[in-house]
């Protein structure tokens, strides 16, 4: 069954620091996003993805943060400047053509900042 | 108040049970509805998908959603160990515009065998 696949699964990093997470959506899928759990707590949008551009982003994704499709298959959130508060596990997810609001998600990237 | 309630739990039942999860939400425009099931420290697995109101069952799953009272539910019939996870209602007013998917908080299951 295709899949969304995430790397890596866990990254620990220095405040201050840049760190990019790394998604291969399924392959036929066209629109892509990044949300973001910080432990314990919802769910969040930060990002949406379609047709090599942004189409939405939350208040969340200010500046610090910048996606990239760098090539037919990857899909990337680099996050600058990294943040304690940054700690959270992103997923990414994708959406195919005409499938209404059924996105798929990666396992997620476990990020802690230190 | 907030745009989506869900009672976060826990709630413990014992192998068998019939569960029900439950959601509110408060913005009428929404149209899909979601239910996602999420292991922990795994992504979120989307479980049932429904479009306005009415029933839809799958399986163990039936959800549910009455948008005049802006409600939606999950059962699980027969309920398993291995359904024990958060369970993530979800909905969205318009189609492939994920930025206006609102989550709910989660209701965190556990099926004791």
């Known amino acids: 069954e295709p899949e969304v696949t995430q790397t890596p699964s866990h990254q620990v990093t220095q405040m201050g620091q840049e760190v990019i997470l790394r998604c291969v959506p399924i392959?036929?899928?066209?629109?892509f996003y990044w949300y973001r759990q910080i432990l314990g707590q919802k769910v969040e949008f930060l990002v949406s993805?379609?047709?090599?551009?942004?189409?939405?982003k939350s208040e969340i994704f200010d500046d610090q943060f910048s996606v990239e499709r760098p090539d037919g298959s990857n899909f990337t959130l680099k996050i600058r400047s990294t943040k304690l508060e940054d700690s959270a596990m992103y997923f990414c997810?994708?959406?195919?053509?005409?499938?209404?609001?059924?996105?798929?998600f990666g396992e997620g990237s476990w990020l802690t900042v230190v | 108040q907030k745009e989506v309630e869900q009672d976060p739990g826990p709630l413990s039942v014992p192998e068998g049970a019939i569960v029900s999860l439950n959601c509110t939400y408060s913005?009428?425009?929404?149209?899909?509805f979601m239910w996602y099931r999420q292991y922990s420290r795994k992504g979120p697995e989307l479980l049932m998908y429904?479009?306005?109101?009415g029933n839809k069952e799958d399986g163990r799953f039936t959800a549910q959603v009455d948008k005049s009272s802006k409600y939606i539910s999950l059962f699980i019939r027969d309920s398993q160990p291995s359904d024990s996870a958060t369970y993530l209602c979800?909905?969205?007013?318009?189609?492939?515009?994920?930025?206006?998917?609102?989550f709910g908080a989660g209701t965190r299951l556990t099926v004791k065998p």
């Open positions: 429904t479009y306005s109101s």
């Open positions: 997810a994708s959406g195919g053509q005409g499938s209404g609001n059924t996105i798929y």
């Open positions: 392959s036929n899928h066209l629109y």
């Open positions: 993805f379609y047709n090599n551009e942004i189409s939405e």
């Open positions: 913005n009428s425009a929404f149209q899909y």
């Open positions: 979800a909905m969205s007013g318009v189609p492939n515009n994920n930025n206006d998917m609102r």
